[in-house]
């Protein structure tokens, strides 16, 4: 199972065949297949630049790399 998308709901009625967030977070995970993960490769998040010289760009920040900016500024 993987998330594919997110639905939300204004009258808090689940769409049929969707797993509501509070199910998700109670998991224990075991619903969930494991992942390998490469941190120094893999992309943990994109950060928007500010785009003073242009449109702002995607900046992709692998898990190593927040890993290593929290042991410079912790």
């Not at 969707?18 to 619903?31: A, F, K, N």
């Not at 994109?46 to 449109?55: A, P």
């Amino acid at each position: 199972m993987s998330v594919q998308g997110v639905i939300v709901s204004r009258d808090g009625m689940p769409p049929a065949g969707t797993v509501p967030l509070e199910t998700l977070m109670s998991d224990d995970g075991s619903r969930f297949p494991s992942v390998t993960l490469d941190v120094r490769q893999d992309v943990a998040v994109i950060c928007y630049s500010s785009g003073t010289t242009g449109l702002a760009k995607g900046v992709m920040l692998t898990h190593y790399n927040i890993v290593a900016m929290m042991a410079i500024y912790g």
